[in-house]
């Protein structure tokens, strides 16, 4: 089974449709989760998970996590906040060091696929995911880089404001047509693209190790 997490605070935004993307082309049977909603803390260094591998505190990572040790892959996407991954997503990478005491790996051998959103087109959310997937002796894939979506522009008051991303691509606005928005996934070829071929590698992987 593949595991796919979107780690965007957007319920059904371009995370969520990317990482989608990838788990229907792999042609195998999949599970998603949106961390949107989740309550999910960091980790408190509470080392109780030492002795048994098991995080100990209560809140919603413990499914996720519980399922990220049963799936034999997880397609992991998450957001570029404030230049770098948004804090959902970095609380759910940082809870696997649970996993990680006594020279024992729970998520060791598993694939991983990286999918990463950025208005900016950069790779920092995507290096930290890498990181933090090598640093659990997973094995990546491939990574795919997706075209976000900035929160100017439905925050309101983007249309008018000097700091922001709209000003910043068109100038000070009446209002904000639909030739202003930014692309959703759909209509991103390239993007779709990539998460399709990433898909079908990834699916291809897993039927070979069968």
């Not at 959902?88 to 990478?93: I, Q």
């Not at 030739?179 to 079908?200: A, N």
């Amino acid at each position: 089974m593949i595991l796919g997490i979107s780690g965007s605070g957007r319920k059904n935004g371009i995370t969520c449709d990317a990482v989608k993307a990838v788990l229907e082309a792999s042609g195998l049977e999949y599970e998603f989760i949106s961390l949107s909603g989740k309550k999910i803390g960091g980790c408190i260094s509470c080392l109780q998970c030492a002795s048994d591998n098991v995080c100990k505190i209560k809140d919603d990572w413990l499914t996720i996590g519980d399922k990220m040790l049963k799936a034999d892959a997880i397609v992991f996407g998450a957001p570029n906040y404030y230049g770098m991954i948004n804090a959902l997503g970095h609380a759910c990478m940082e809870r696997t060091y649970s996993f990680r005491h006594q020279a024992r790996f729970g998520l060791a051998g598993k694939l991983g696929v990286i999918v990463s959103t950025s208005y900016k087109g950069d790779n920092v959310v995507q290096s930290y995911i890498e990181k933090m997937m090598f640093e659990n002796k997973m094995v990546v894939v491939d990574s795919v880089i997706v075209r976000g979506y900035s929160q100017c522009y439905s925050c309101g008051f983007g249309h008018h404001c000097g700091v922001g991303k709209v000003v910043r691509d068109h100038g000070f606005l009446e209002k904000i047509e639909d030739k202003h928005l930014p692309l959703c996934f759909e209509d991103q070829d390239d993007s779709k693209q990539q998460t399709y071929k990433v898909g079908k590698i990834l699916g291809s992987i897993l039927k070979n190790r069968r």
